[in-house]
């Protein structure tokens, strides 16, 4: 198809490679290249062909949008910026703290060539994001409550594996089931992220470490684990490798409001996700086919996903969208 | 404040009430007038002046979004086309299978004077509308199914009172748990409404009456009841103005599907709605400030949820929403 939307992966980590299996479910759009810092050679993708990172501006005219795949702490700061100057870009960069200043930068660059560059876009910051958006709107006069998980929560993981005597492990993120009855419920409490979450590790040991020890340290590990009910199992590295080698994650977003003094309304979005990458690239496409048709309409700048109408997300006709799902 | 986008109401009912209530609860709106087909000394609202309906056209630039209250099945298929050529109208027109021709009807007078007409907006055609092309559009290859209730349905109550010997009656559609559980666990059920949902009638008898009768009449009747597993309920009149006094509703919309092959993916939405009319009416206020704003850049022509950014519908400004919910 001539038609199809012509993207490309800047990045072939678990997101990359989630990227280029979304495409495969998407007909519309066709994956031309995967930009690599690595040597090329070295990248396996499951069938698109693979550049070296150095020479991604030669293909600046046969890419409709360039999605980013990198890390948020090292990569997307830089590359964003960079790239967005002369592709449209979709990213999904979440920390949350830095997003207004990153959105600045990467508007910059924007602006200098007129493109879109569709940031921080997955389900949180993402889907999410618009959900908390959707309740705030329509219940003024309510509070919105965020919980993540069941959940694999890979800067806790990593935050395991540097305690001394840790030879593998991974931490679950639990969203509290009290919490959320009470939520549902309609009532309106005020919970931390403490109240609303507990923290489950499993950690294989060292032949030589001290269980107690290690469990002490990770659950005093300040901000990580320390203000958290957190529960320390030791499994042997087969259980390890058995059990804990996916990235399942989820969560809800529920907004619990009045519409008028003694009526009670109550919006719930969740996730049950087996992959926490395949579903955040799963989204960066869908965004990716927005952001297209937003810069063949002459639109461009930094955007966020508060700035995409549904109907754009959808290779479906408008007037079969109106007739199929409204 | 001189800056609050002036709204009207077109039809004094629960929903019209709905948004009076509604707009209380967001002070840049304000609500100007109610227009009405009784004689407005008759009709008594919380603090807004009433006017006759036959007088609407001295206040076309006075009123910034006429939000429409009247039924689907008289009122808006001649209400929406004739205001939609003075005002921007928002409406809440329900009748799925007649949607499409609606909508061409409403853009037709829409296009004579540059006017907005935002149709079908509510729940459901509305929010669950937009959740099933979201869910579509991020797991394309999946399910969707919606589920109502636990709620009060208007048009299964007006049946019950239709049968002879019937007092009073409300009926309430109940999802099937087994069938919610069946498609949240990821698993993708071929599932007919009637699977999904069962009904409860709660029925108060005329002293003569034969409950037999009645509850056969009920259980038989087709489409409504016939190919539903349906209980018949007989209370005293008493119990039925107690208990049966409110309009509550809600449902889900879940979509399952997967990234990749064996990869599943679950996103649900969920209301729980203490007043269906309330709520309708809060998102038809949410979307009259969004009709708004749309109507400040220029657009015009029919219009439904889908074409309408989450950006729209907020109070807020972009940098606060990118700060506070993003």
Not at 127 to 150: Q, V
Request: one cysteine or more; a neutral charge; glycine letters at 8%.
């Amino acid at each position: 198809m001539n038609n199809q939307i012509k993207v490309a992966i800047v990045g072939y980590g678990n997101l990359g490679r989630g990227v280029e299996l979304s495409i495969l479910k998407n007909p519309d759009i066709s994956l031309v290249a995967v930009f690599s810092r690595r040597d090329p050679k070295s990248v396996t993708t499951i069938n698109t062909p693979v550049f070296s990172l150095d020479n991604i501006l030669d293909y600046k005219d046969k890419v409709d949008v360039l999605i980013l795949c990198g890390g948020s702490k090292d990569d997307l700061p830089i590359q964003g910026p960079l790239f967005a100057e002369h592709f449209n870009i979709v990213d999904s960069y979440d920390n949350h703290a830095k997003i207004p200043e990153y959105f600045e930068n990467v508007d910059k660059s924007c602006q200098k060539n007129k493109k879109i560059g569709m940031i921080s876009v997955g389900w949180d910051p993402g889907m999410f994001s618009i959900n908390r958006l959707y309740g705030e709107a329509l219940l003024p006069d309510g509070d919105t409550y965020t919980f993540w998980g069941k959940g694999l929560s890979q800067g806790h993981s990593d935050a395991i594996r540097r305690v001394n005597g840790v030879k593998a492990g991974v931490q679950y993120t639990i969203p509290s089931n009290d919490a959320i009855t009470k939520v549902r419920s309609g009532v309106r409490p005020t919970l931390s992220t403490k109240d609303k979450h507990t923290r489950e590790c499993f950690v294989v040991l060292n032949d030589d470490a001290d269980a107690k020890k290690v469990e002490n340290e990770i659950k005093t590990m300040p901000n990580y684990f320390e203000p958290y009910d957190t529960t320390v199992n030791f499994i042997s590295q087969e259980e390890f490798d058995k059990n804990h080698n996916t990235m399942p994650h989820g969560g809800f977003v529920i907004r619990s409001g009045k519409s008028s003094d003694s009526v009670n309304q109550v919006i719930e979005y969740a996730l049950k996700l087996d992959s926490n990458p395949e579903f955040t690239a799963s989204v960066l496409v869908a965004y990716a086919r927005a952001t297209h048709k937003m810069a063949l309409k002459g639109e461009f700048g930094a955007k966020t996903v508060f700035d995409v109408a549904p109907i754009l997300l959808s290779s479906k006709s408008p007037i079969q969208l109106v007739k199929e799902l409204l």
